[in-house]
C-alpha cells in the first residue's frame, strides 16, 4: 500500500503555494521530488506530514488507503510516517534522548508514561542509531538541535528517524548544507532504509545525492505543480542544463513570482 | 506511574478535582466575621484565651493595618472585600493526636490528600490546619526523644511564652506592609517548631493547609527556630476545593537559622482558582547558617508570595528557587529577596515561570548588600516560559548595592514555544500536550535536580498533569 498525495491545493503564508499536487510513494522506493527553490516542495513535505503552517484547500492524503486528511500530525506518525526537517528548531530543555524515548515510546503505543524506559535496549539502539549517521554517544544527552551546526542537525535527524523506525519518510532536502562525509551517510542511510523495505520520499534541489543512491522515480515540481516524471534521465538533463532549460523545454513557467 | 507517585500526586492534586465528602457540614462551626475593627481582633482573642501580651501585640498590629495604604502594584484583587469575609472559623473539632479521633468528614477530606499514607511512609511528623485551627498533629517518637517540639502555633504561645516572644513577628514585622499587619491582627493556626542544638532530622516534617470554604480568610502563622548546628526539612502543602466565590489566604512564615543550622523549606502551593493568596515568608541566617527556599506555585488565582532571607551572619548562605506557573487566566506575583549583613555571605535566587494560556507571571526581586557585607556574592537568574501568544511574563528585578566588595549578577531569559517547536515534537509522534510537558519539564530541569527527590517527583508529575492530561491519576 502506499502513501498518496492526491489533487492537493494548498496555502502557506497567505500564498497560494501547491496547484493541485498528485503523487505516490509506493512501498520500498524512492521518490525524488526535484525542483527549483520557491517551487512548493518544503509546503508538500509539510501538508502531508499535517503542518498546521500550511492550510489543505483541496485534496487528500491516503497513508496505506487511510484518508488521514484530518489527523493532526502526531496521528499520521503512528501510522508510519516521518518528515525529517530542512532545517530543524532548537528545542531547549529537551535532550535528544528524551525526544528519541518519548517518540519510541508512542510509536510503539506505550503512551501511559511518556518517558519510562520498558526496553532496557533503547540505549544500545540509541548509541547505534548515532554512531551510524556519524555522532557521538554525548549527543543524546544535548539539548535537541540547540547549537548543532547544520550537519549534526541533519545527522540527528537521520539518527531519530532510525528510532522511530517508519515506514513512509519525508527527506525535506537531507544534503543541504552537508561536506562530502554528510552526502555519503545520507546516502548510505536512505540505501539502507530501501533495503529494509521503507519507502522515501527524498526532496532534493540538487542530484549529487544520486551518485550514493539512485531514485527508482524522479518527479519535477515548479510553481506547485508536478511538470515532469520518469527516471534517472531527467537528473541528468536538470545536472546538465539546468531547471531553466527544463521549464522551457516543457514550456512552462519556472518560479519566482 | 508507581503507587508512590500516584500517592505523592493526590496531596497536591489540581484543585478542580478535589472535592469535599459527601455529609460535610460546617453548620457547628464557630465563626467570626465581618468588619476588621478593634472588637473583633478582641474577640479573636478571647476565643483563644490568649495571654494579655499577644492580643496587646494583635492590637498594635491592627492600627498599623488601619494606617498603611494598599500598595498601589496589587492588581488583580477587585473582588476582594476584607469586612465581609470570615476571620476566623474554628471546626467542630479539637487537636487530635490520632488520625482516628478526627470527626469523621474532615478526616475523609484528610484520607482523600492521601496525608495518612505520606505520614506513614515520609514524614516525621505533620500537622493539618483545616479552616483556622490545627485539628491534627501526628508526631512520630523520633521527634519526641530528640526533644523536637513541634505544636499548633496557639499551644506554643500558651506552653512557650518566652521563646515564642523573643522571635513572633520579629523577624517579618508587621508594620512593613498592610498585609503582614492584617495577617499579625487576625493570626490563627500554624505551626510552631524548634529545633534544638546539634538535632538533625532525617525526614521532613509536614504542615498541610486546607481552606473548606467560599468567603473566609486563613491566617495560619508558621514559626520555626533551627537552634545551632540543628538540621530539618520543612513541607507546606495547601488545597481547597473550587468554589463559587473567592476566598483569601494571608499566611506568614517566619525562620530563624542559628548558627551553622540548615533548614530546608519547600512550598507547593495549589490552592483551587479562586483562592487569593499573599504570603509573608521570611528568614534570619546566622553564622555559618544555611537557609533554602523553594517556593513551588501552581494553584490560586492570584497569588503575591516572596521568600526572603536576611543573611545576616558571616559566611551565612542562601538559595531561593521559586517555580511558577500561571496556566489560565491566573496571575503570580512571585520573586525573591535577599539582604545580606555579614561578611562572606552567598545568596543565590533562581525564578522560573511559566505562563500558558492566558497566564501572567511576575517577577519581583530585591537584592540588598549592606555596607561591611564583605566579599558577599549573590547571583539571581529569572527564566519565563512563554507557551502562547495570550500569556506574558514581566522581571522587575532590583538592586541596592552598598558594599565594594561585593559581587552581584542578574541575568534574565525569556524563552517562548512556537507552532514550529511544537510541529516538529508533534512529527515525532508526541500530542501537542505531550511536547508542551516535555518542554516545561526541560525548562525546569535545572531546579528539579536541585530540590529532594520526592518534591521532584511531585513537580514533576504535576507539570505532566497540567500540561498533557494524560497518565491520570487512577
Known amino acids: 500500500m502506499p502513501l498518496v498525495a492526491e489533487g492537493v491545493e494548498a496555502e502557506a503564508g497567505g500564498k497560494v503555494i501547491l496547484k493541485g499536487v498528485t503523487l505516490e510513494l509506493r512501498e520500498g522506493e524512492v521518490l525524488a521530488v526535484m525542483g527549483p527553490n520557491g517551487s512548493g516542495k518544503t509546503t508538500l513535505a509539510n501538508v502531508i506530514a499535517g503542518s498546521p503552517s500550511v492550510s489543505l484547500k483541496k485534496g487528500r492524503i491516503l497513508i496505506d488507503g487511510e484518508d488521514v486528511t484530518e489527523l493532526p500530525p502526531e496521528e499520521r506518525v503512528l501510522r508510519g510516517l516521518m518528515l525529517l526537517f530542512q532545517s530543524p528548531p532548537e528545542i531547549k530543555g529537551v535532550k535528544l534522548s528524551t525526544l528519541m524515548i518519548a517518540s519510541f515510546n508512542k510509536r510503539r503505543g506505550l503512551s501511559s508514561d511518556l518517558l519510562k524506559v520498558t526496553d532496557p535496549s533503547i540505549f544500545s539502539k540509541m548509541r547505534s542509531s548515532l554512531s551510524v549517521v556519524g555522532l557521538s554517544d554525548e549527543y543524546l544527552y544535548r539539548e535537541v538541535n540547540v547549537g548543532f551546526s547544520g550537519g549534526e542537525k541533519k545527522r540527528s535527524e537521520l539518527a531519530q528517524a532510525m528510532m522511530l523506525d517508519p515506514k513512509y519518510v519525508i527527506m525535506d532536502e537531507p544534503d543541504s548544507g552537508l561536506d562530502i562525509d554528510g552526502l555519503r551517510v545520507v546516502g548510505e542511510i536512505i540505501s539502507r532504509m530501501k533495503r529494509e523495505g521503507k519507502s522515501v520520499l527524498l526532496i532534493t534541489h540538487y542530484t549529487r545525492l544520486f551518485s550514493t543512491v539512485k531514485p527508482d522515480r524522479i518527479s519535477v515540481l515548479m510553481r506547485g505543480r508536478i511538470v515532469a516524471q520518469g527516471g534517472m534521465e531527467i537528473a541528468e538533463e536538470i545536472d546538465r542544463s539546468g531547471y531553466s532549460k527544463l521549464a522551457e523545454r516543457l514550456g512552462v513557467e519556472l518560479n519566482n513570482d | ?474
Not at chain 2, 494606617?67 to 473582588?79: H, K
Request: net charge neutral; charged share 25%.
Open chain 2, 1 to 474: 506511574m508507581t503507587e508512590e507517585k500516584r500517592e505523592a500526586i493526590r496531596r497536591f492534586l489540581p484543585s478542580p478535582e478535589l472535592k469535599l465528602p459527601e455529609g460535610f457540614s460546617s453548620s457547628g462551626y464557630f465563626i467570626i466575621k465581618g468588619k476588621v475593627e478593634k472588637s473583633l481582633v478582641e474577640e479573636i482573642s478571647r476565643a483563644k484565651n490568649e495571654p494579655e501580651w499577644m492580643l496587646k501585640l494583635r492590637l498594635k498590629a491592627l492600627e498599623a493595618y488601619e494606617r498603611l495604604r494598599f500598595p498601589n502594584w496589587v492588581v488583580g484583587v477587585e473582588e476582594l472585600n476584607i469586612d465581609e469575609i470570615a476571620h476566623y472559623v474554628r471546626p467542630d473539632a479539637g487537636l487530635a493526636r490520632s488520625w482516628e479521633d478526627i470527626p469523621e468528614d474532615i478526616r475523609k477530606v484528610y484520607e482523600s490528600l492521601r496525608l495518612p499514607e505520606a505520614e506513614k511512609r515520609a514524614l516525621a511528623g505533620i500537622s493539618f490546619q483545616f479552616e483556622s485551627e490545627t485539628v491534627y498533629l501526628g508526631i512520630k517518637k523520633l521527634l519526641e526523644e530528640k526533644k523536637v517540639i513541634m505544636l499548633p502555633m496557639e499551644e506554643a504561645v500558651q506552653r512557650y511564652p518566652d521563646i515564642v516572644k523573643q522571635y513572633f513577628n520579629k523577624i517579618f514585622p508587621y508594620a512593613e506592609h498592610k498585609f503582614a499587619a492584617l495577617h499579625t491582627a487576625l493570626w490563627s493556626g500554624g505551626v510552631f517548631v524548634y529545633v534544638p542544638k546539634g538535632v538533625r532530622i532525617p525526614q521532613p516534617v509536614e504542615a498541610f493547609f486546607f481552606m473548606a470554604s467560599a468567603l473566609e480568610g486563613q491566617f495560619e502563622h508558621t514559626l520555626l527556630i533551627a537552634d545551632e548546628n540543628s538540621e530539618i526539612q520543612f513541607i507546606e502543602g495547601c488545597s481547597a476545593p473550587m468554589y463559587k466565590r473567592y476566598s483569601f489566604h494571608d499566611g506568614m512564615v517566619e525562620i530563624y537559622a542559628h548558627r551553622g543550622s540548615k533548614v530546608k523549606f519547600v512550598t507547593l502551593q495549589n490552592w483551587s482558582g479562586n483562592v487569593i493568596n499573599f504570603n509573608n515568608k521570611r528568614a534570619i541566617a546566622e553564622d555559618n547558617s544555611t537557609v533554602q527556599w523553594l517556593e513551588g506555585s501552581v494553584g490560586s488565582r492570584v497569588s503575591y508570595v516572596y521568600p526572603s532571607t536576611i543573611l545576616r551572619g558571616d559566611n551565612s548562605r542562601t538559595s531561593i528557587y521559586t517555580v511558577s506557573i500561571s496556566n489560565g487566566k491566573k496571575l503570580k506575583d512571585t520573586g525573591a529577596k535577599i539582604i545580606a549583613l555579614g561578611k562572606n555571605a552567598a545568596g543565590k535566587i533562581v525564578s522560573k515561570s511559566i505562563s500558558a494560556n492566558g497566564g501572567t507571571n511576575i517577577y519581583r526581586g530585591l537584592v540588598r548588600i549592606s555596607k561591611g557585607s564583605m566579599n558577599t556574592v549573590v547571583s539571581s537568574s529569572c527564566d519565563s516560559l512563554i507557551l502562547d501568544r495570550e500569556s506574558k511574563s514581566l522581571t522587575y528585578p532590583h538592586n541596592q548595592i552598598e558594599e565594594e566588595t561585593a559581587s552581584v549578577s542578574h541575568e534574565a531569559k525569556t524563552g517562548t514555544i512556537s507552532e514550529e517547536h511544537l510541529f516538529y515534537m508533534r512529527s515525532r509522534g508526541l500530542t501537542e500536550g505531550e511536547a508542551k510537558s516535555l518542554m516545561v519539564l526541560g525548562f525546569l530541569e535545572d531546579v528539579l535536580v536541585d530540590i529532594p527527590f520526592e518534591m521532584a517527583s511531585v513537580l514533576n508529575s504535576v507539570v505532566q498533569l497540567e500540561f498533557s492530561k494524560i497518565g491520570g491519576t487512577g
